[in-house]
Every structure is written in C-alpha cells, then in structure tokens.
C-alpha cells in the first residue's frame, strides 16, 4: 500500500524562528500534493495545494509568504512556517495524491511554538 | 461551494454494538464519499469509500450507504470493538479528477467501552 512519511514528527520552537516539514511517498509518485492543518479537536483545514513544478494555491486567509510549500519532486513537498508565532502551533498533515487519483494521508507533525 | 454536515459530533458504545455516523452534503455535483479514521496524534486513515453510482458498499464489519436523492452518506460500523475508538471524518468531492478537493465533514468521535 501506499506509504507516506513526514518529519520530524513533533517539533518544539521559540517564537520567530521558520520550522520546515518534510512530506514524502515512499512508494508511488505525488503529482498533488495537500497540506492541511488541524486544530485540537477540530476537522481538517486545507491550506494550499500544490502540482510538481508548479506553485501552490493557497487557500483563503492562509499567508503564502508565511507557509511556503515546495513541491520539487513528485517524491518529496516541503511546508516551512517562517517567522512561527504561538498561534501557528496545531498538527500539519500532508496528503499526497496520485495519478490515479487516489489521496493518502501523512502521519503528521505536531509544531508547538513557545 | 461543497458543504458537509457531520453528526453526530461524539458517539459512545458498547463493545459489541453497532455504531452509526451520518453525514449530508449540499452540491448535487459530488460523486465521491471518503470515509476516514483518525487515531491520535496521527494522520487519517481511509477505511472505506463509495462512488455515486452505488448505493451501498461493504467492509468486513463496516459499510457505507449513499442516498444520492437525500445527499446524505451514512457509516455502519457493526461489532464495535475498543480498537473502533478514534476519529471518524466524511468527505465528499466531485471526483473530476485534478479538480477534485475533498470537503470534510467535522469529524465523530468514537468511543467503544470495553
């Protein structure tokens, strides 16, 4: 089956430093990839999209300047949180999808920023 | 844009019985239903789905049934057992391929007492 890693899978910070999360499928290529993020106990938010090669479509209130996103390969997507603040911590989760069209979830990490 | 009720928010069994979680969208367009599992701290898990050109699928002890006319997608997790307690979310999407993002619904908890 399909398998997706992220790391590091939990990250502390201080405030004002960038933290950068590492998507990868290990066993099938992404050429979309999803990054969404989940406050406790809530559903998940989507926060940008991203095609191989191409820039991410960032949702709605979402700071592209403030949550970059790399999709340099079809293997490997990256989510920096630049300049993090308290109200950035929550649980990132990519969700990479294939050509077939079929969406896997990551693990996820979890970013507290004190 | 999509829009999907989820109910209900929490839901506690006993081991042994059966357990239902609903959901209902709003855009007729949507043909395909995600149902995932989240454990915690990790990331969804997809455990069943099911296309607008069915009416009802099966899994072992969970099944999924669509009424296309009501819009509303229900899961039937039968034989609860405690390793059952997490996370539910639906979704729902149009399935056209590289337009298709997901909507989620906000999730059920589930609790199976042992």
């Known amino acids: 089956g399909a398998v997706v890693s992220q790391h590091p899978s939990w990250v502390i910070c201080k405030s004002g430093t960038s933290v950068k999360i590492e998507c990868r499928s290990l066993?099938?290529?992404?050429?979309?990839m999803f990054w969404y993020r989940q406050f406790p106990k809530q559903s998940l938010m989507l926060m940008a999209t991203s095609n191989e090669g191409s820039k991410a479509t960032y949702e709605q209130g979402v700071e592209k300047d403030k949550f970059l996103i790399n999709h340099a390969s079809l293997t490997l997507s990256t989510l920096t949180v630049t300049s993090a603040h308290p109200e950035d911590s929550s649980f990132y989760i990519c969700?990479?999808?294939?050509?077939?069209?079929?969406?896997?979830f990551g693990p996820g990490t979890r970013l507290t920023v004190t | 844009g999509e829009n999907v009720e989820q109910h209900p928010s929490t839901l506690s069994v006993q081991e042994g019985d059966s357990a239902v979680i609903k959901c209902t969208y709003s855009d007729s367009a949507s043909n395909y239903f995600p149902w995932y599992k989240q454990e915690l701290g990790k990331g969804p898990q997809l455990i069943i789905d099911i296309r607008s050109n069915v009416g009802e699928k099966k899994d072992q002890r969970i099944a999924v049934t669509l009424n296309k006319t009501a819009k509303h997608f229900s899961l039937h997790i039968t034989e609860t057992q405690p390793e059952d307690s997490a996370v539910y979310f639906c979704?729902?999407?149009?399935?056209?391929?590289?337009?298709?993002?997901?909507?989620f619904g906000r999730g059920t908890s589930l609790i199976v007492h042992p």
């Open positions: 979704a729902a999407s149009e399935g056209s391929g590289g337009s298709y993002i997901p909507t």
């Open positions: 066993d099938f290529q992404a050429t979309t």
């Open positions: 969700s990479p999808r294939d050509r077939y069209y079929e969406q896997y």
